[in-house]
């Protein structure tokens, strides 16, 4: 079956540092990869999302890049900022299936 | 334009209640899911509605669990003998034909005492 690891958190970082957060999935047939984003007290946000293999997904200044080969889709930012201070979820889906399969999220904080 | 919404936001509640939670789609979404989220972890499927047919409800976790869509808009997810290992998030997306980005609302946010 379809499944997403994450690296755990908490990351902590300061502003302007550079962000690597590490996703990789197990998957049968060609899923779309997405990163959600869920902010302190709201719900979750689409971040960016790539349908196919070397495809990049970008937004805010965040980008990832789909992996086929090594099946991974990590999430970097160059610059992050306090505001980046959030849940960081990687997903795919769907396939034969509609539903998204989440990764257990990564906790970012981002100190000034 | 209006979002995925989602009431009660919360939801206190005793071990062997009913409760029925309520989810708004985005207008002319056709594709309606739910999901559980639990603390630390990322949400995990319930089911999934195209129109006002369950298409996959494979996720519901057992037959305490259900959820119904009568118009293809509003879907209740209902839970029956609530136990405390029900307490969770429970988020409701929706996507205009179920192959494309899922918008999620604010979740409601379930405890059961």
Redesign the interface.
């Known amino acids: 079956g379809n499944s997403v690891t994450q690296m755990e958190g908490p990351v902590t970082l300061s502003e302007e540092a550079f962000l690597t957060i590490n996703c990789t999935y197990t998957a049968t047939g060609y899923p779309s990869l997405f990163w959600y984003v869920q902010y302190p007290g709201e719900g979750l946000q689409l971040l960016l999302k790539a349908t196919k293999a070397d495809d990049k997904g970008s937004n805010k200044g965040f980008e990832a890049t789909y992996r086929k080969e090594t099946t991974s889709f990590h999430l970097e930012k160059g610059s992050v900022q306090v505001s980046d201070s959030a849940v960081y979820f990687c997903a795919l889906g769907p396939t034969g299936r509609r539903a998204l399969t989440f990764g257990s999220g990564t906790r970012l904080q981002v100190q000034p | 334009g209006a979002g995925v919404s989602q009431t009660p936001s919360n939801k206190v509640t005793e071990k062997g209640k009913y409760v029925e939670l309520r989810c708004d789609p985005i207008s002319g979404h056709t594709?309606l899911?739910w999901?559980r989220q639990s603390l630390?972890?990322?949400?995990?499927?319930l089911i999934?509605f195209?129109g006002t047919g369950a298409?996959?409800d494979?996720?519901l976790p057992n037959d305490r669990f259900f959820a119904v869509r009568p118009e293809g808009s509003v879907s209740t997810l209902k839970i029956q003998r609530t136990e405390r290992g029900d307490s969770a998030v429970y988020?409701c997306?929706s996507s205009p034909l179920?192959?494309e980005?899922?918008?999620?609302?604010?979740?409601t946010r379930l405890l059961v005492l």
């Open positions: 594709a899911y999901y630390g972890q990322g949400p995990e499927f999934y195209q298409a996959d494979s996720g988020l997306a179920g192959l980005t899922q918008y999620f609302g604010p979740g």
